[in-house]
């Protein structure tokens, strides 16, 4: 049993097409005054220059105003499909107001007719240029204008106009709009233009901004990120949107995901997956739903090593069969359990000697060899001393020793030297490293 892999990229924006008609479908509420606009000429004293109509728009829009409100009057008086036919009858006189407009009332008004009756005859290109028009007439109030920007945005992705959806939906999170799908229509439009990593950098300002006003993120925008940046194999930004995602919300499955996203883009070898499946087990990323962890325990097991690490590839078997994770039906598991439990007596009564003869050793290999043995045995002070040594002798490799250093300081409760000892990681650990450090953040933080 290898279980399956968390993370694959799926997860696509699903939905946005049905929430952008439904978000659309809404602009009626704005309080706009759809069939009754302001400045129709008829109190000319209440209205302002700016927001006077031209004459050739008052003489063709009059009429139609006209049919239109009685149009809107039947609104439940009817059947929905008798009501939407009546109003889908009424749009080819818009191009005679169309063509009249002339001033920015002019153009609001227009919009507004423009959105309400392609709604009515589910028309999404008559409404898109509604919401246009009304947008950019100058005339929407402004307490309105970032939520017609949305639904301006929504609309023009669905009808995969991407770059007029690009354009509002960031006006719309400039302005601080609360929608939360906003931001993960916004990425995804540069997605749809090949342009992911323009769609990342959007989803991380939009992230910014959020945190400045004090608002929540969503958990969806850092999935998104991941989805994202995965589908486009990106990796350095793969990994970003994993740590992004633990730092925010570190549940064991965002563990679990943000590890497999370090693994996957971060070319390790048996020395790193050991590590990994040290992360995982401290972070209960192997206490998640056993299909997604079989693959990690074999990883594990195969990492330590029971010939090397025999007391953890020991407890780690055992914790995989508890969970159903992995069974001794398969060979490999039970060999290694058999193996593990005939070792350990042996490894242990070793320890000592091998302290010794590192303490005398010229250089810190057997240091590091021997802090191995005694952070997979739970004794963390221990393995601080010999990594210490290690590191202090020289001839190692110097990340992995920095690495363990950094976990067995953490397993001793000293969060702050850990995030120290993470902080000096560089190469290809350093991801993890990273990854190790926000798990210091956070169980420190406890």
Known sequence: ?????????????????????????????????????????????????????????????????????????????????????????????????????????????????????????????????????MAESGMMPADKLPMVQYFLGATAYQNKDYPTAQKALKAAIDANYSEDNAAELLADTYVQQNQPAQGLEALKAAIAARKASGGTVPASWYKRGQVIAYNAKLGPQSIEWGIMTVSADPSPLNWLGAGQLAREFGNYGKEESLDLGRLFLRTGALGVDKKFTGREYIEYIQSADPRRLPGEVQKVTEMGIASGAISTSDPFVADALAQSKGRIAADKASLPGLERDAAKAADGKLALATGDAYLSYGEAAKAEAQYKAALSKGGIDKDRAQMRLGIALLDEGKADEAKAAFGQVTGVRQPMAQLWSVYATTKGAK
């Open 1 to 133: 049993m290898r279980g399956s892999k968390l993370f694959s990229g799926k997860g696509a924006v699903k939905g946005n097409a049905a929430r952008a008609a439904m978000a659309v479908a809404l602009v009626a509420g704005l309080g706009i005054g759809a069939g009754a606009p302001a400045a129709m000429a008829k109190d000319k004293e209440a209205a302002k220059p700016a927001a006077a109509n031209s004459k050739e728009f008052v003489t063709a829009a009059g009429p139609f105003q006209k049919s239109f409100n009685d149009w809107q009057a039947t609104k439940g008086k009817t059947d929905d499909a008798t009501y939407k036919a009546a109003g889908k009858a009424l749009v080819p006189g818009l191009a005679a107001v169309e063509a009249a407009s002339k001033t920015p009332n002019d153009r609001f008004i227009l919009g507004n007719w423009q959105q309400v009756l392609g709604g009515a005859a589910d028309d999404a290109t008559l409404q898109q240029k509604g919401l246009q028009n």
